[in-house]
């Protein structure tokens, strides 16, 4: 079995080829290929991970180079980790929506939707060459945001299933608090990626008792807590929202602390710049602890999950995903992108069925639904005008002032990136 990785100069790397050599059982890769255009970090990246393989008697050979073409060909499955600008264009997305009175993060909002701009082009391209090279891989996109971009690959035909780390890490949080193993945990998990509620808890599967209730009486202040939000909102809510719905149920707020420390990106390069130094020590044949505080948690385990299953191997029947709606949620159109529970298997993801979801979650599901077709128009086909139109319809922006103002400035700190500015 054959994998690449595009993107596989990251810092995250390490953290993904760990789980690769403990779950060779569920995912026997005989050949894992790192493609980079960054040749030092690939190098260092690229070191490290044979050493890992090597400590933990890994069999798989491990290949490094910047050629896409011949990285991916031959490949069964083709995981996507890139940021298109590097950690200065994130920096940028996390700053000047601040000027604006908006949030600045890299996945939503108007840091969000730059990002989409100068991502969905670049993935359409390597997707191409993944064709070209190999019909039938499939590919995993972890590339944020996640639910744009698998809905580019998706309506141009690919072979394409999104992944997020947000469910297995509440999967893991909430089996810690019940006392139980990670695998008795089945998360009645529903929205868009990075806008998700976890609408119940189930102890063995989709039928399984719903815990939710005891759970959040239990431990409802240390889950508000990691969420930083009150537990009076948890409660009310009746739920467990992501974290990334802070931006929405707390913008002020989120928007003056951002304005009174570095940007988030500032600190990931400082971390980016210690860990790549500690690749570089011959000595190192683990992933280092500060890896954690990079961000990515349990990301390895969901990727092992999800190629397992999409090839035929021994991955969990029920995974969260990002996929086509196809009436899932009756509100949205059928190829919408939507992030929730799926049976996997060779043949791709099958979402479950959803409970009807309480109007206070839809109504925001549809909204930011709008807003990622007309992110995805303006990624696709560019312009001024589609750029104002998509942040005219997020929620985390919603005035034409602010939609004017911010579209200036997007244009203006990614003119490098947008062939048609």
Excluded at 130 to 152: E, L
Aim: glycine share 10%; proline share 6%.
């Amino acid at each position: 079995m054959k994998l690449a990785v595009v993107g596989g100069g990251s810092t995250y790397t390490p953290e993904l080829i760990d789980g690769f050599a403990r779950l060779r059982d569920t995912l026997p890769i005989t050949e894992l290929v790192l493609v980079d255009p960054a040749a030092d970090r690939l190098e260092l990246v690229g070191g490290l991970a044979r050493r890992i393989f090597a400590k933990q008697d890994h069999p798989g050979k491990i290949v490094t180079t910047s050629d896409i073409d011949a990285g991916v060909a031959g490949a069964d499955a083709v995981l996507l980790q890139l940021r298109v600008g590097g950690q200065t264009a994130r920096n940028q997305d996390e700053t000047w929506p601040l000027e604006c009175g908006c949030v600045g993060q890299e996945t939503t909002g108007a840091g969000g939707l730059a990002k989409a701009l100068r991502t969905v082009p670049v993935v359409l391209d390597i997707a191409e060459r993944v064709r070209r090279a190999n019909p039938d891989a499939w590919i995993i996109d972890f590339t944020n945001p996640v639910g744009i971009v698998t809905r580019a690959l998706l309506q141009a035909g690919h072979k394409a299933v999104g992944l997020c780390n947000v469910a297995i890490g509440f999967q893991r949080k909430f089996a810690k608090l019940l006392d139980v193993a990670p695998s008795e945990v089945h998360l009645d998990h529903v929205g868009l990626n990075h806008l998700t509620w976890e609408t119940a808890v189930r102890l063995g599967g989709p039928e399984g008792e719903n815990v939710l209730p005891r759970l959040l009486a239990a431990h409802g202040e240390t889950i508000a807590d990691d969420l930083r939000l009150p537990l009076s909102v948890v409660d009310r809510l009746g739920v467990v929202p992501s974290y990334y719905l802070r931006y929405f149920y707390a913008h002020d707020e989120v928007v003056r602390e951002l304005g009174t420390k570095p940007s988030r990106a500032a600190e990931v390069a400082a971390m980016e710049k210690e860990l790549l130094e500690m690749y570089g020590d011959p000595a190192l044949d683990e992933k280092p602890a500060l890896l954690a505080k990079r961000g990515g948690a349990f990301y390895s385990e969901a990727a092992v999950d999800l190629a397992a299953s999409l090839l035929g191997g021994g991955g969990s029947p029920y995974q969260v995903v990002n996929t086509y709606n196809n009436g899932t949620l009756p509100f949205l159109a059928d190829d919408a992108v939507i992030e929730v529970q799926a049976a996997v298997g060779p043949n791709g993801p099958v979402p479950l069925p959803v409970a009807p979801l309480d109007p206070l979650f839809a109504g925001l599901i549809a909204n930011v639904t709008a807003y990622e077709d007309l992110a995805l128009d303006a990624a696709l086909r560019g312009g001024r005008d589609r750029v104002f139109k998509a942040l005219l319809a997020h929620p985390l922006v919603g005035q034409h002032a602010y939609a004017d103002g911010l579209t200036d400035r997007l244009i203006a700190h990614n003119r490098e990136h947008l062939a048609w500015a």
